[in-house]
């Protein structure tokens, strides 16, 4: 059975999210919510109370720093991006979690200022960690639709799938990213 949801419980309840886990604003108050949501329902507290306890809760915590989204928005785009997601992917996945448009647009904007290509970095990434295209040892042919299915739904372009799952081999893509075989990977 859930407990009441009290201001103080909801305290210690962000509280504890937040050494677990990195969240946003938006994030942290729908974790609360559902707290409050299940006391409504089991004990019969006044929602709106509930409600009135997390702003309170939330915006103690923007001012204390335990809330920052630009802060938290540039991490997550960075982890994002080093794992292999791409730029619409990482957008996609920022929004979900409640940052607001300015901060995703700060953080892209930072993850990517020194980077050329960043769509092409991340799928290099995800390529790799996958084992997809030039980092498959055997049946490539076999597998080509699948990798272009599995970088599309990466959220990665059709040319960009392309260009990782006919590269001749990983040292190609990185050397067309740094300008030494040209515009393309060699086929």
């Known amino acids: 059975m859930p407990k009441k949801a009290t201001p103080k419980r909801l305290e210690r309840v962000a509280l504890y999210y937040l050494e677990r886990y990195a ?3 938006e ?6 919510m559902r707290r409050v949501e299940r006391s409504a329902r089991v004990h019969d507290t006044d929602r709106e109370e509930g409600v009135e306890a997390i702003e309170g809760i939330i915006q103690r915590f923007q001012e204390w720093g335990y809330l920052d989204d630009k802060a938290y928005a540039e991490m997550r785009a960075g982890s994002l991006f080093r794992r292999g997601t ?7 996945r ?3 979690k409640g940052v607001p448009e300015d901060a995703i647009d700060a953080a892209l904007e930072s993850v ?5 290509d960043p769509d092409r970095r991340a799928a290099i ?3 790799s960690r996958r084992r997809i295209g030039p980092w ?4 490539r042919e076999t597998f080509r639709d699948r990798d272009l299915a599995a970088l599309g739904r990466q959220g990665f372009a059709y040319g960009i799938a392309r260009w990782i799952v006919e590269a001749d081999s990983p040292e190609a893509c990185e050397a067309s990213l740094s300008g030494e075989a040209g515009d393309r990977c060699e086929h």
């Open 23 to 25: 969240s946003s604003s």
């Open 27 to 32: 994030n942290l108050r729908r974790v609360l």
């Open 86 to 92: 791409s730029r619409r992917g990482i957008r996609y």
């Open 94 to 96: 920022l929004s979900m």
């Open 112 to 116: 990517f200022e020194n980077e050329a």
């Open 125 to 127: 990434a995800y390529a």
């Open 136 to 139: 498959r040892k055997d049946n």
